[in-house]
T-cell receptor
Framework: DTAVSQTPKYLVTQMGNDKSIKCEQN?????MYWYKQDSKKFLKIMFS???????INETVPNRFSPKSPDKAHLNLHINSLELGDSAVYFC?????????????FGSGTRLTVV | TQLLEQSPQFLSIQEGENLTVYCNSS?????LQWYRQEPGEGPVLLVT?????EVKKLKRLTFQFGDARKDSSLHITAAQPGDTGLYLC?????????????FGQGTTLQVKP
């Protein structure tokens, strides 16, 4: 069973288009995240939701809008795609609470804007 | 802005050699995690360390958290080709309760047979 699943795996689209990436986790975790990995493999957080509430919103263009319909799903919608948006986007989940719990990552969505 | 400096960025060694990867910061972290990422996949958690001075072992991998909780190291003994991958350290700020992880730039390890 896939713990954190993202779709699609690959996304090639033209500048100016609008696209969405979907993420689902079946781990029962209460927190989900979107990270962007650039061409140098650096991972940077974009958003985080805890029980459907937005708790992290880093400096990300307004063209990026996350949506969490329930705690098992976190989608990312991107408007007016630009060349610089090309990257690998990772969804992750974790269980908050006492102690520290590692992230479980999805396998990523490679977005290419042409 | 909290930063995690990872070194070296690239490492190419022969099978059987030992290596150490370092992760350093001027900030204190409540915990530090190590991940391994293979091409086309997401990072996979290897270990979490939470106590200053803590040492954890995972087969041939030894992880250490600095006494001041500002740094960590990953030591691999007798590296094997299967250890090849991108190793990432990530820290959770001691002043954050959001679970936000700050990642280092990663160490790309290649182990040649």
């Amino acid at each position: 069973d896939t713990a954190v699943s993202q779709t699609p795996k690959y996304l090639v689209t033209q500048m100016g288009n609008d696209k969405s990436i979907k993420c689902e986790q079946n781990l029962g975790h209460d927190t989900m995240y979107w990270y962007k990995q650039d061409s140098k493999k650096f991972l940077k957080i974009m958003f985080s939701y805890n029980n459907k509430e937005l708790i992290i919103n880093e400096t990300v263009p307004n063209r990026f809008s996350p949506k969490s319909p329930d705690k098992a799903h976190l989608n990312l919608h991107i408007n007016s795609l630009e060349l610089g948006d090309s990257a690998v986007y990772f969804c992750a989940s974790s269980q908050r609470g006492e102690g520290n719990y590692g992230y479980t990552f999805g396998s990523g969505t490679r977005l290419t804007v042409v | 802005t909290q930063l995690l400096e990872q070194s070296p960025q690239f490492l190419s060694i022969q099978e059987g050699e030992n290596l150490t990867v370092y992760c350093n910061s001027s900030s204190v972290f409540s915990s530090l995690q190590w991940y391994r990422q293979e091409p086309g996949e997401g990072p996979v958690l290897l270990v979490t360390v939470v106590t200053g001075g803590e040492v954890k072992k995972l087969k041939r991998l030894t992880f250490q958290f600095g006494d001041a909780r500002k740094d960590s190291s990953l030591h691999i003994t007798a590296a094997q080709p299967g250890d090849t991958g991108l190793y990432l350290c990530a820290g959770e700020s001691s002043s954050s309760n959001t679970g936000k992880l700050i990642f280092g730039q990663g160490t790309t390890l290649q182990v040649k047979p």
